[in-house]
């Protein structure tokens, strides 16, 4: 005969592999619709569209002053990425290299460099190898906001 002591202990296991099921769902992977659908959530527009090489890419937008991409790596067959890029550039603006190294060197998320044509830009990659915790993608998007409110600043100050 079960007693009531091995009932309720199944019956307590259960209901906490029960609750660990939403946890599990509220991961976000980089796959681009769910990327999208997160920054679409987040207020900003977002459009998926593919790179010069095929992978996906967003280009989205806070406004119309604050326009940013989100490119995907580490893609088998461009598609089941591994990780996203936070990309923006500025242009207009007559920042130099040295003036970028200042900011690498005291800005511990979000790289900063003078692209191919001449304008500075500042990228933020974030690993989501087998999924993320949609709080923690939150907390690493809120930095890339951050950036993209002190990057301008920086790059347009006299």
Known sequence: MIGYRSVFAALIF???MIA????????????????????????????????????????????????FSVYFYNC????????????????DSKVDAAKLNDWNRTKRFGRAYIDGVGDPVVEMD???QGGMP????????????ILM??????VYAE
């Not at 999208?36 to 890419?57: I, S, Y």
């Not at 923690?136 to 906001?145: A, P, Q, V």
């Not at 409110?149 to 920086?154: E, I, R």
Request: charged residues 20%.
């Open 14 to 16: 259960s209901a906490g």
């Open 20 to 67: 660990a099921a939403p946890v599990q769902a509220q991961a976000i992977t980089a796959d681009p619709s769910a990327v999208a659908g997160f920054l679409r959530g987040q207020g900003a527009t977002a459009d998926v569209k593919t790179d010069k090489d095929g992978d996906p890419l967003i280009e989205a937008s806070l406004g119309e002053n604050q326009k």
């Open 76 to 91: 088998t067959n461009h598609a089941k990425c591994q990780s996203v890029q936070f990309y923006a550039g500025y242009t």
């Open 126 to 128: 974030v690993d989501m």
């Open 134 to 145: 949609r709080p923690l993608f939150e907390d690493n998007y809120k930095f890339w906001l």
């Open 149 to 154: 409110k002190q990057f301008p600043d920086f």
